[in-house]
């Protein structure tokens, strides 16, 4: 993964711990993580954002979800600590009929059930595009889970451009007001990462459809900007872009023209 991400002249990327839509994980060779943390040091790889399985719901209501929720997340933050001091990414959940306010209660209960105040990752909410019952659309609803957890120098936010954008936050017309809402209702510190996705959708959609950067509803313009924001240009962007590897080169490549 880290030669694939320095051939596109990358110096951060995203993985998934195991199977995104969940399952087994595979074994981590100790070897290959030694090679990888060299490689990236050697390199000045960045912190990488490593992704939940988006099976994973913390907020389920059948029992035997939620149990799967936990001993994946635990064992994921175990995985991690193979590679110290970086970033894990969960979509907080759906709570599928319970009502947001249970929702929000059972994912602050899972956080702190497997948190552990000798870990070295973070773990990230990711804001959502409020598809179905997801709960994460309003920066209000990541504070009430935040606000709930003990340990919550372990916690932070990441920022979907394409899901805040679906989600009715226009950082198109208004980047600055949006992230001064975010810091006001989350605090900026809490914001850790990006991904910078364009969207298929106009602001408000609630629909969740990646685009590729400068192709979507959001354009070039205003991603580029994302990149440069003060408050947001030195933290970790992640595209998650419908593109094979050639296409994500390109976009970094445009993107760093832009940002230089
Ligand atoms: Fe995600
Ligand atoms: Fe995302
Ligand atoms: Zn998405």
Not at 65 to 85: G, K, N, Q
Not at 90 to 111: M, N, T, W
Not at 123 to 147: C, D, H, Y
Request: aromatic share 8%; proline share 3%; glycine share 8%.
């Amino acid at each position: 993964m880290g030669r694939t991400a320095l051939s596109l002249d990358a110096n951060t990327f995203a993985f998934f711990t195991r199977n995104p839509r969940g399952g087994k994980a595979k074994e981590i060779d100790p070897q290959d993580a030694a090679d990888f943390r060299s490689f990236a040091e050697e390199h000045g790889f960045a912190v990488l954002v490593a992704h939940a399985p988006y099976t994973l719901n913390a907020a389920a209501k059948d029992d035997r979800v939620a149990e799967f929720a936990r001993e994946t997340f635990a064992s994921d933050l175990e995985r991690m600590e193979c590679t110290p001091h970086q970033l894990y990414n969960f979509h907080p959940g759906s709570h599928v009929g319970q009502g947001a306010d249970v929702g929000i209660e059972k994912i602050a209960a899972v956080l702190n059930a497997v948190l552990d105040a000798g870990q070295t990752t973070t773990v990230l909410l990711e804001t959502m595009a409020g598809k179905g019952t997801e709960i994460g659309r309003t920066f209000e609803e990541l504070a009430a889970i935040i606000e709930r957890v003990d340990l919550d120098d372990h916690v932070g936010v990441c920022l979907d451009s394409c899901h805040v954008w679906d989600g009715g936050y226009n950082i198109v017309d208004d980047l600055d007001g949006v992230l001064e809402q975010f810091d006001r209702v989350i605090g900026i510190g809490r914001l850790r990462a990006v991904h910078l996705n364009d969207s298929k959708n106009p602001c408000g959609a609630h629909k969740d459809r990646h685009e590729k950067i400068g192709e979507g509803c959001i354009g070039f313009e205003a991603l580029s900007a994302m990149t440069r924001h003060p408050a947001l240009r030195s933290l970790p962007f992640i595209l998650e872009t419908p593109n094979e590897l050639d296409g994500y080169a390109d976009e970094i490549a445009r993107l760093r023209e832009a940002w230089s």
